[in-house]
């Protein structure tokens, strides 16, 4: 589905507007609740603005090789322009003391770099590739908990925000 906003420019290309009951079905039982609460965020999503577009995407597993792989999805839809790109993670969270289960949002507040990572030539590339293979989204997710009383049960998705330099000059 696409939706357009006229006021904003933006659009948003969606799948999956609600969890399909099979897809629950392959959610462990415990985090069930939070998937489909927070399925919104969690889902595949793309946002396309003037200058920036972000991309929400589920992630199945913690393996390194399906986050370059969802950024390599990304990274083709910007083939000839020079972009600026950073990566942040959803998860959740339970409390040590009540075992109460939260979901921490992916957000531009929670970027996985200080400031975005330019690419503009393949070595820029396969340096972001490399530091994002040296990453370590546990480690990640659990320097982002709101205190020590919270663990990282799992990461859920991971959102890329590319700003597109191409147009911020035409």
């Given at each position: 589905a696409v939706v357009s906003t006229q006021s904003t420019g933006h659009y948003y290309i969606t799948n999956n507007l609600s969890m399909s009951v099979d897809a629950l079905q392959n959610v462990a039982s415990p985090y069930r609740e939070i998937y489909q609460k927070h399925w919104n965020t969690i889902k595949t999503r793309v946002t396309k603005g003037?200058?920036?577009?972000?991309?929400?995407?589920?992630?199945?597993?913690?393996?390194?090789?399906?986050?370059?792989?969802?950024?390599?999805?990304?990274?083709?839809?910007?083939?000839?322009?020079?972009i600026k790109i950073n990566v942040s993670f959803g998860f959740i969270l339970r409390n040590?003391?009540?075992?109460?289960?939260?979901?921490?949002?992916?957000?531009?507040?929670?970027?996985?770099?200080?400031?975005?990572?330019?690419?503009?030539?393949?070595?820029?590339?396969?340096?972001?590739?490399?530091?994002?293979e040296q990453e370590d989204a546990f480690e990640f997710a659990r320097l982002q908990r709101p205190t020590t009383h919270w663990t990282v049960e799992r990461i859920v998705c991971v959102r890329f925000d590319v700003t597109n330099l191409f147009n911020l000059f035409s």
């Amino acid at each position: 589905a696409v939706v357009s906003t006229q006021s904003t420019g933006h659009y948003y290309i969606t799948n999956n507007l609600s969890m399909s009951v099979d897809a629950l079905q392959n959610v462990a039982s415990p985090y069930r609740e939070i998937y489909q609460k927070h399925w919104n965020t969690i889902k595949t999503r793309v946002t396309k603005g003037r200058i920036k577009d972000v991309y929400h995407f589920p992630l199945l597993t913690v393996e390194n090789s399906e986050i370059i792989s969802r950024l390599q999805e990304v990274i083709t839809n910007y083939n000839t322009n020079r972009i600026k790109i950073n990566v942040s993670f959803g998860f959740i969270l339970r409390n040590r003391t009540t075992d109460v289960l939260k979901f921490f949002h992916p957000s531009n507040n929670t970027m996985v770099f200080s400031s975005p990572r330019s690419l503009s030539t393949p070595l820029d590339y396969q340096s972001l590739v490399d530091d994002l293979e040296q990453e370590d989204a546990f480690e990640f997710a659990r320097l982002q908990r709101p205190t020590t009383h919270w663990t990282v049960e799992r990461i859920v998705c991971v959102r890329f925000d590319v700003t597109n330099l191409f147009n911020l000059f035409s």
